[in-house]
């Protein structure tokens, strides 16, 4: 079953801070390419903000580079997947890139 469109109106979205001290994770996945990952919740708020709707994918796919192909599930994981060691992906260090472009003096 799909997991729904943000709706028009912005006030009837849930956000990140609604779920912000739930143990979830988000299954973000490519219907496109089959890539699956996994995110905890409280890294999504430190690096999209608090603001972010659940329903909207963070990430274009990282294969395809499309993004309405991405499709969000927000989960509960059990306590023996995480036992066997669930893989997440966590946020490392934050990168600032420069874009330079050409001019004439």
Not at 42 to 70: A, N, Q, T, Y
Not at 92 to 100: D, E, G, L, M
Request: with cysteine.
């Amino acid at each position: 079953m799909p997991a729904g469109h943000p709706s028009a109106n912005k006030f009837r979205n849930r956000t990140l801070r609604h779920i912000e001290h739930s143990v979830r994770l988000a299954l973000v996945t490519c219907t496109g390419c089959g890539r699956a990952c996994r995110y905890w919740a409280h890294d999504l708020i430190k690096v999209l903000g608090p603001d972010h709707d659940l329903l909207v994918p963070p990430f274009i796919c990282s294969k395809c580079r499309r993004r309405e192909w991405m499709d969000i599930h927000w989960i509960v994981p059990s306590a023996t997947e995480l036992q066997d060691g669930l893989t997440v992906r966590r946020p490392v260090k934050q990168v600032v890139r420069w874009i330079w472009r050409d001019e004439k003096a």
